[in-house]
């Protein structure tokens, strides 16, 4: 398995929701867990693809802690989403587009990257960025 493979099927599960973000938490490449964006129909502020993956994983294992996990993301984690990979200890976060390209197609953002929250915390987290952008960015397109 590679990346593309893990992003395509955040692709696919990014189109089920209310904005277009999808998420895909691996294990030893095994997909363990994946969600999509329901801010408008849980309304809920909180309820980004991210942390609805993370939520639905961890209550799953009955344990908070992701440790030797990953998560593909088809947009760089907002500061909120973020800051859960960090509190979980997840091992790496792979994404798409990235919060300043969003920006640049003018969907509403926080300024700030995912590495400027990793590198703030004590946790070693790598980013791997840019996996199918063209892909992830054409999803605001649909």
């Given at each position: 398995?590679?990346?593309?493979?893990?992003?395509?099927?955040?692709?696919?599960?990014?189109?089920?929701?209310?904005?277009?973000?999808?998420?895909?938490?691996?294990?030893?490449?095994?997909?363990?867990?994946?969600?999509?964006?329901?801010?408008?129909?849980?309304?809920?502020?909180?309820?980004?693809?991210?942390?609805?993956?993370?939520?639905?994983?961890?209550?799953?294992?009955?344990?908070p802690?992701?440790?030797?996990?990953?998560?593909?993301?088809?947009?760089?984690?907002?500061?909120?989403?973020?800051?859960?990979?960090?509190?979980?200890?997840i091992?790496?976060?792979?994404?798409?587009t990235?919060?300043?390209?969003?920006?640049?197609?003018?969907?509403?953002?926080?300024?700030?990257?995912?590495?400027?929250?990793?590198?703030?915390?004590?946790?070693?987290?790598?980013?791997?960025?840019?996996?199918?952008?063209?892909?992830?960015?054409?999803?605001?397109?649909?």
């Amino acid at each position: 398995m590679n990346h593309e493979y893990f992003m395509h099927l955040a692709l696919t599960e990014a189109k089920k929701g209310d904005a277009p973000y999808g998420a895909v938490i691996v294990k030893d490449n095994d997909v363990v867990a994946l969600a999509h964006n329901t801010v408008r129909r849980d309304s809920d502020p909180s309820a980004h693809a991210e942390i609805n993956v993370i939520r639905s994983l961890t209550a799953k294992l009955k344990n908070p802690s992701l440790e030797g996990y990953s998560i593909y993301t088809t947009g760089e984690p907002c500061p909120m989403c973020a800051t859960a990979c960090v509190w979980t200890g997840i091992s790496e976060i792979i994404y798409g587009t990235s919060i300043k390209d969003l920006i640049s197609i003018k969907q509403s953002q926080i300024d700030l990257s995912c590495e400027e929250i990793i590198a703030k915390s004590s946790r070693n987290i790598k980013v791997t960025k840019g996996v199918l952008k063209k892909e992830c960015l054409e999803l605001f397109n649909e």
